[in-house]
């Protein structure tokens, strides 16, 4: 009986220990540091974007292409319609910033977010996506987050936007580093509801 007893233990210990190596491991937490990614002030890039949101209580929706290019003094982003045609262009210098749209004059003010808010209908967060680009953001405590292909955590700023970097991919401007390539981004706001956007980068130049 003794014996029966000390395999039954036996093929128990073994028995937990084959379930604690197929379980699913936790997900890691952001890095709250700078992150070993190099951060880039002149970059050129360019991909897909889309954007759910609320107008007078409707659903509406805009998608297409994008082109994001920005040096220290300069951020350009240009938004194309799934045919190529632009559907807007948003230029920030450290002064102001311009939104120009086929067919109507340009609109100038000192604060782009608000800038785009007001002319678009729909918040486009092009002050914060000099860093949420490059997997870089400021959590809801202030302090700046690297993230990585490892966190899989949501990002929540102070601003109320909910981050997440869905998938990465290698890229040798970076040195052969990890960079973003899908970010998925939502925020509930008074004027135009639910918003939410997607990011899908597939081209990356340094400059």
Same mark, same amino acid.
């Given at each position: 009986? *003794?014996?029966?007893?000390? #395999?039954? +233990? %036996?093929?128990?210990?073994? $028995? ?8 699913? @491991? ?75 749209? *086929?067919?109507?004059?340009? #609109?100038? +003010? %000192?604060?782009?977010?608000? $800038? ?8 486009? @967060? ?75 980068? *597939? ?5």
């Amino acid at each position: 009986m *003794s014996n029966l007893r000390a #395999r039954f +233990a %036996a093929s128990s210990i073994v $028995l937990l220990a084959l379930l604690a190596a197929c379980a699913s @491991p936790a997900p890691r937490p952001l890095t709250q540091t700078t992150g070993p990614r190099t951060y880039r002030e002149n970059i050129d890039i360019s991909g897909r974007f889309s954007a759910q949101f609320q107008r007078n209580g409707k659903p509406e929706s805009w998608s297409g292409g994008f082109d994001w290019s920005q040096s220290p003094q300069l951020t350009t982003v240009t938004l194309h319609s799934p045919l190529g045609q632009t559907l807007a262009t948003i230029v920030v210098d450290p002064d102001s910033a311009t939104l120009t749209q *086929s067919g109507r004059a340009p #609109r100038r +003010a %000192a604060d782009v977010d608000s $800038l785009a808010q007001d002319t678009l209908g729909w918040p486009l @967060p092009v002050s914060n996506l000099r860093n949420w680009l490059q997997g870089y953001a400021k959590g809801a405590d202030g302090q700046m987050i690297a993230a990585t292909p490892q966190a899989t955590a949501v990002i929540t700023t102070p601003d109320g936007w909910h981050i997440r970097y869905i998938s990465w991919q290698e890229n040798n401007e970076y040195a052969g580093q990890d960079v973003p390539k899908r970010i998925d981004m939502e925020r509930e706001t008074v004027e135009a509801g639910q918003v939410q956007m997607r990011l899908v980068i *597939s081209n990356w130049q340094v400059h």
